[in-house]
């Protein structure tokens, strides 16, 4: 049983963080594009960030500002042009965009962090940002965490949110976030983006140490295509407004807050996962018996990234071979004759050997966990065992369908 429990609020859930998210005119859909998340307080940031040689200007703006100054008032993130591949002008228009917050917040511009989401190649529309920055300003509210939400999203079908509540020192904390993304998703860091808000009192370095821990065991064990995307970041915030104690080390209480801060992360990486661009189900895979996490770890994305694991999930085949195929060729080696591989209830292969199973009944509970009857919300379970080792890992992904062609075919058409 875990620590914490679910609440309402999302990123502004924790004490002392407003947010707000407007339609500024930067998607030619008219729907909410500008989005705006402000700590009262300095507050200690920590990011993850894409590790593509192409990036987005936000993206060597916030690595920037993270190595000179560790603390951050305020996040902007726009949606619908990534402004990435957009050379010297791209720069300088993040450059702008965070002075022209700073002044209409108050707050030096080296107080904001900046995220971008859109079309690569294309920069951001900065007269309607200009305009749009007093309008969002105006909004933001303790209660704007789901109009935020909404406000990063593109391809995705649906916002993406959460908010934990544990105790610390009898005292309550809180983590929320959001995040958005459905394709371009890979990560060789975080996803798509993703923030998370924290009223806790925790030293830089210790933050930054829970969020790169937290990445590494849950959006960095999604993948929906195998595209990492130019601007992928994953940027969190404590404030200390819960007027706890500071932890400035490893123990008991840093123990908690990190488990409640992985649990908001994963929760986000499987939204992600499940609202994959023509998905119509969420594959989980859970990987045991391996040497250490990380080759666990390695397995188990391996097989939820696989075009073929994917594409049976899809066809609703229960074709075992392409996950024995996938977890081979990880990287981890280990003995085949060792190997299990269950589906569900249904045990495929136990000890490297074929075992007859009903076919029918697996390619049914394919289909009823698509549709979201089988099992809670509208998960396949993968379970591969590949020894005796202590490691474990788990990786999520979706199917791959018809649709997804079909939406990238005409993304920018």
């Known amino acids: 049983m875990s620590d914490w429990q679910e609440i309402p609020g999302g990123v502004t859930a924790p004490k002392g963080f407003r947010a707000a998210g407007i339609a500024a005119g930067l998607k030619p859909s008219g729907l909410p594009d500008l989005a705006l998340i402000v700590s009262d307080t300095e507050a200690i940031a920590a990011g993850v960030f894409t590790t593509s040689y192409v990036r987005a200007a936000c993206v060597d703006y916030c690595r920037q500002r993270l190595q000179s100054k560790h603390s951050t008032r305020a996040i902007l993130c726009n949606a619908g042009q990534a402004n990435a591949a957009t050379g010297a002008q791209g720069w300088i228009d993040a450059l702008e965009c965070a002075m022209t917050l700073g002044q209409a917040l108050s707050i030096p511009s080296e107080s904001i962090l900046l995220a971008s989401t859109g079309v690569i190649g294309q920069r951001i529309r900065m007269d309607a940002l200009r305009a749009g920055i007093p309008n969002l300003v105006a909004e933001i509210s303790e209660t704007g965490g789901d109009s935020a939400a909404k406000a990063i999203v593109t391809t995705d079908l649906v916002t993406k949110s959460i ?7 009898n ?52 993948t929906v295509d195998g ?121 495929l292969m136990d000890n490297g050997q074929p075992l007859p199973f009903d076919r029918a009944a697996a390619s049914a509970y394919l289909k009823q966990a698509a549709a979201g009857a089988y099992l809670k919300e509208d998960t396949v379970l993968i379970s591969v065992s590949i ?3 202590s490691g474990s890992g788990k990786a999520w992904g979706c199917d791959l369908s018809y649709d997804y062609v079909k939406i990238n075919a005409e993304y920018t058409t």
């Open 387 to 389: 020894g005796n080792g």
């Open 171 to 222: 005292r309550p904390v809180r983590i929320g976030g959001m995040a958005k993304g459905s394709g371009m998703i890979h990560p060789n860091m975080a996803t798509m983006l993703a923030f998370v808000t924290c009223d806790a009192a925790v030293s830089t370095s210790l933050w930054q140490q829970m969020l790169s821990r937290a990445a590494d065991r849950s959006f960095n064990q999604i």
């Open 163 to 169: 908010a934990l509540e544990t105790t610390i020192d």
């Open 227 to 347: 595209d990492t995307s130019t601007n992928d970041c994953l940027i969190a915030l404590a404030n200390g407004e819960s007027r706890t104690p500071a932890i400035t080390e490893m123990g008991a209480e840093a123990e908690k807050l990190e488990a409640m801060l992985t649990a908001v992360c994963q929760h986000l990486a499987k939204a992600i996962a499940r609202d994959g661009e023509g998905a119509t189900c969420l594959i989980e895979v859970q990987v045991s018996g391996a040497p250490d996490e990380a080759a666990a770890g390695a397995i188990a994305k391996t097989i939820a990234g696989s075009s073929l694991v994917k594409s049976a999930v899809f066809g609703r085949d229960p074709n075992w071979g392409r996950i024995a195929g996938a977890a081979g060729r990880a990287g981890v080696p280990f003995d085949q004759e060792s190997l299990r591989i269950q589906l569900g209830d249904f045990l």
